[in-house]
């Protein structure tokens, strides 16, 4: 049985795809900070249909909560095999606005966190000769956001350690790709009105906004695949071709 770790699982996208993945009979550690609680319903609600997962509060923009977390998990299942890099933040903010404060929290969560999370695992993946890391970018780093120039940094970030890691690690038979996901319909975007939904569906060749489930297809068919590796897919719906 594969042992897939999930980072901010608790909600959005990496709920859906720790429970589908659940479902799918992979062993699952769901990492989560702030929302306890969800994480919990999440574990309960499983293993009610008969299915166990692990939980694990780690802030990922910290080292030493990394190193716990991925400690957690190896102590769980001895390998990880799949490395799903999904926890992330965003704030939309006019770029003078931009405090160093407000700067360092999202490299710290959305960057750092991939840095820390594939160094912790990686040690395990290379001596298996075998690793599948996946990590969750965003449109807005390969087109740039308005008022969203932190977020846009470490989304292409990511994207460059995605290709560069790819490069390096291929020779081991660990692959790593990125997702860069357009407009998915979580808590993330709740502060966008109906009318900008409205225009972005407009503005969409397939006239929808992403569901949850789009990524975790996309994730499943990466997980599978055995040729893809430093790869930027964008589950989009056409907005950025
Ligand atoms: P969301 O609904 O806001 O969920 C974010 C998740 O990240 C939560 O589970 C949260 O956990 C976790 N998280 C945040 N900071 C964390 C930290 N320091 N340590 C551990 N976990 C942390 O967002 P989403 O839409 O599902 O986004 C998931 C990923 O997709 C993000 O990387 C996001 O940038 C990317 N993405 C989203 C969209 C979109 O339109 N929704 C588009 C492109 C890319 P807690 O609540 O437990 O703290």
């Not at 859906?16 to 609600?45: H, M, P, R, W």
């Not at 926890?87 to 770029?95: D, H, N, R, S, Y």
């Not at 160094?119 to 001596?127: A, D, R, S």
Request: proline content about 2%; aromatic content about 6%.
């Amino acid at each position: 049985m594969k042992t897939v770790l999930v980072t901010g699982g608790s909600r959005g996208i990496g709920k859906c795809v720790t429970e589908n993945l659940a479902k799918d009979g992979f062993n699952v550690v769901l990492n989560y900070n702030k929302s306890e609680k969800q994480a919990k319903e999440i574990k309960e609600n499983l293993s009610k249909q008969g299915i166990n997962i692990e939980i694990y509060k780690a802030d990922v923009s910290k080292r030493e909560d990394v190193k716990k977390l991925v400690k957690f998990a190896l102590n769980k299942f001895k390998n990880i095999d799949i490395l799903i890099n999904n926890a992330g933040i965003a704030k939309l903010q006019m770029f003078n606005d931009i405090t160093d404060e407000d700067w360092n929290e999202m490299i710290n969560t959305n960057l750092n966190s991939v840095f820390y999370t594939t160094q912790e695992v990686l040690p395990n993946m290379i001596h298996n000769k075998n690793g599948c890391i996946i990590n969750i970018s965003s449109i807005w780093g390969i087109v740039g956001a308005s008022c969203e120039v932190a977020y846009s940094v470490s989304k292409a970030g990511i994207d460059g350690m995605t290709k560069s890691l790819a490069k390096e690690l291929g020779l081991s038979n660990i692959r790593v790709n990125s997702i860069a996901p357009g407009v998915i319909d979580t808590e993330m975007n709740s502060n966008l009105d109906n009318a900008i939904k409205e225009q972005i569906k407009d503005e969409t060749p397939l006239n929808k906004i992403g569901k949850p489930i789009d990524i975790y297809r996309c994730i499943k068919w990466l997980i599978e695949d055995e040729f893809t590796t430093g790869q930027i897919i964008s589950p989009n719906g056409g907005y950025v071709i």
